[in-house]
């Protein structure tokens, strides 16, 4: 397949008027007037934009499935028997046909990351997956691309009701150290069974595994960094942003990544904490910014993503600064970014052409999304799910 004539954004940065060429699922080239090859198809993608496929880093994709579909409601993410299971693997709670069934394509995704729910203080990892498939084997890109920890108040409000801890955020921050340094001074005895949940977590404190912690405020997330302080080599990455100001030198100083979560309930009194302007200034310091969507047990919305993107765009104006957002950055984060997440010769051919910018315009629809260069959404295809 040759898409010729198309205005072809990176997901870098950078954009220009070029042809890309796919062949065996991969990109074989990009570049000005490439001739079509002896039986090549052709894609005449005159006055369309050219994108990478966008990188969900956090979802729920393929965990919950319609209400009709495939194990309806499952919530296989969602383990609340312990707030402290780092051993859990991500892999495990993901259906392929799940996640095809959402026809996630259709809306520009073409990756997207399955883990713990925010419910448990350390939930386990992280995987990666490519969005259309039925064989999770086949689907996914990458196991463990880091370990999910929340210190938000949803801890409280699964295990307090019960009773059980946590139920203060004293519990909450006294046991993330605790886990921290039980899993620093951890070693393997021969004469002693493994302790799982602190080898899980030694790949934390080690810095082998990056920390994805998902903070409720400004003040948890400056709290969980000052608890690291105790552990050098922990890569953090926070998740939400919520409160976050712009003026937090710590993160600044640090680059420490921001994935900017939206919230399933617009009436949510954390999520009506975010500063699109705050997160910008963080952006405008050198802070890497990534987007996610709606994480819930619930199905959420498919637009998430692009919305996030329209939200900053209000800010920045610059489509080709806020488009890494939604590709490039989050790919890096999630350890892809040498398979997916931008568009360069030697990755997946895991591309989405437009009609139109869909940062600038909101008349902007979907032409086609290729997957692996194969063909997962066209426009005029029936939408079969919610």
């Not at 495939?70 to 993410?77: M, Q, V």
């Not at 600038?360 to 029936?382: N, P």
Request: charged fraction near 20%; charge should be negative.
């Amino acid at each position: 397949m040759l898409i010729k004539n198309g205005r072809i954004h990176d997901g870098l940065g950078n954009v220009a008027h070029q042809d890309l060429r796919m062949e065996d699922g991969m990109i074989r080239s990009i570049g000005a007037d490439l001739a079509p090859l002896p039986g090549e198809e052709v894609f005449d993608a005159a006055g369309m934009e050219v994108m990478p496929g966008f990188v969900q880093p956090i979802s729920i994709w393929g965990v919950n499935g319609s209400m009709t579909e495939i194990r309806p409601s499952s919530n296989d993410n969602d383990e609340r028997s312990n707030p402290i299971m780092p051993e859990l693997d991500g892999f495990y709670a993901f259906n392929g046909r799940a996640a095809t069934y959402q026809q996630l394509g259709a809306f520009g995704l073409t990756c997207c990351g399955v883990g713990p729910t925010d419910n448990n203080l350390f939930g386990g990892t992280i995987a990666m997956f490519c969005v259309d498939g039925v064989n999770p084997y086949r689907m996914c890109l990458k196991r463990s691309c880091g370990m999910m920890a929340s210190v938000t108040s949803s801890l409280k409000r699964t295990y307090g009701a019960r009773p059980q801890a946590p139920q203060t955020r004293m519990w909450i921050f006294a046991n993330f150290d605790l886990q921290l340094r039980k899993a620093a001074e951890y070693k393997e005895e021969a004469d002693k069974p493994k302790d799982d949940k602190l080898l899980a977590l030694k790949q934390v404190v080690d810095g082998e595994l990056p920390l994805f912690v998902s903070c409720d405020s400004a003040n948890s997330a400056r709290q969980v960094w000052d608890i690291l302080q105790n552990y050098p080599k922990v890569k953090l990455v926070l998740l939400n942003g919520f409160g976050l100001t712009g003026e937090e030198d710590w993160i600044v100083e640090h680059k420490i990544p921001v994935i900017v979560r939206v919230a399933s309930n617009p009436l949510d009194k954390d999520a009506m904490t975010l500063d699109w302007n705050g997160i910008a200034k963080l952006w405008k310091q050198g802070v890497p910014v990534a987007f996610s969507g709606t994480y819930t047990n619930s199905l959420g919305a498919r637009e998430d993503m692009i919305w996030n993107g329209i939200e900053m765009m209000k800010v920045l104006h610059d489509s080709a600064a806020v488009l890494p957002m939604l590709t490039s950055v989050p790919a890096k984060l999630m350890g892809v970014d040498d398979i997916t997440g931008s568009l360069r010769e030697g990755l997946r051919a895991d591309v989405v052409i437009w009609s139109a910018n869909p940062l600038e315009s909101y008349q902007a629809h979907i032409v086609r999304t290729y997957q692996a260069g194969q063909v997962i959404y066209q426009e005029g295809d029936a939408m079969k799910c919610m």
